[in-house]
């Protein structure tokens, strides 16, 4: 039996995927795309390190910060993970809310070879420019991808550079049915209350050690990594440059997690089918039906 626990942040999924898989003899396995980096704790919320006693955690703090670890590398380790997991007759909980990275784990997404593409022309255009190139490429893919998320927008064109085909096509050739047999849940939380807990969450990460934990990766491995890309490291930063103030650094982590968390939401009830549960009690019960 393969549990996902997925949905935005402050959910409390960490703590109930520990509850499922006490319960159901599983083990836990990361569903969150920068959860899998060391020495990002606090920012990326990542389980108590007494949950790792507990039950088995997988996939967790096992990749070093300077290293590009992509969502085709992440399909690999998932599906070798699950797959021993349950040859050993235990059962899986998968928790975390990157849907994308879930969803090209569990679904039949193919991520085949291509050739290393020089992007410097494309890297110097601004938002607006660069996403025009894409309208003229790929327009569908344009509708979908906001001119102000630079990276998408660079993969995108980045596929048809490579392959010659547009990310469109490309997806469009993929049937995207389950590999595995899994069962997907998000907790129903009122959107306010959801907010409230983000806002939260961001001060007690600060008191925790926030910017001290930016500041100690950023001289260790420098600012351009793609972990660091993470919100709360990436708006800590210029408060490190002293471009701004560290108030104003913490209100943007705020507005950024809400503002992904909406995202997250939109995309998991359009791309799982998922049964909604109200806490960890609620869950337990369905699964035990």
């Known amino acids: 039996m393969i549990i996902v626990i997925t949905g935005p942040t402050c959910m409390g999924k960490s703590e109930t995927a520990l509850e499922v898989a ?21 920012g990326v919320a990542k389980p108590p390190k007494e949950y790792f006693d507990i039950v088995p955690h997988h996939l967790f703090s096992f990749v070093d910060v300077k290293r590009n670890y992509s969502i085709a590398d992440y399909q690999k380790d998932l599906r070798r993970t699950v797959d ?35 992007m410097t022309y494309y ?6 420019e660069l996403h025009a190139k ?22 995108a064109i980045e596929i048809y550079l490579a392959q010659g085909k547009t990310k469109t096509e490309v997806l469009e050739c993929q049937s995207h049915k389950l590999v ?17 807990l983000i806002d939260e969450r961001v001060d007690k990460m600060m008191d925790k050690g926030l910017l001290e934990e930016v500041k100690r990766i950023v001289e260790k491995y420098g600012k351009d990594n793609n972990a660091l890309q993470a919100i709360g490291y990436k708006e800590l930063i210029p408060v490190l440059e002293g471009h701004y103030s560290l108030d ?22 359009h791309q799982f089918p998922v049964i909604f549960y109200k ?11």
């Open 22 to 42: 006490k319960v159901f003899d599983a083990e836990i396995v990361n569903g969150d795309a920068f959860q899998c980096y060391k020495e990002m704790d606090i």
């Open 84 to 118: 021993e997991i349950l040859s050993r007759g235990k059962n899986v909980v998968i928790v975390g809310g990157s849907g994308l990275y879930i969803r090209s784990a569990l679904y039949d997404y193919e991520f085949g070879e291509q050739p290393k593409i020089d």
């Open 123 to 128: 890297e110097k255009l601004n938002n607006k």
């Open 134 to 155: 894409l309208e003229e490429i790929d327009p569908e893919q344009a509708k979908i991808i906001h001119q102000n998320n630079r990276k998408r927008v660079l993969r």
């Open 180 to 196: 595995y047999d899994a069962q997907f849940f998000v907790r129903d939380l009122d959107r306010k209350i959801l907010y409230s």
């Open 248 to 269: 104003f650094g913490v209100e943007q982590i705020k507005k950024n997690s809400r503002n992904y968390a909406k995202r997250q939401v939109t995309f998991i009830k």
């Open 279 to 289: 806490n960890t009690e609620d869950l337990l019960g369905i699964l035990r039906k």
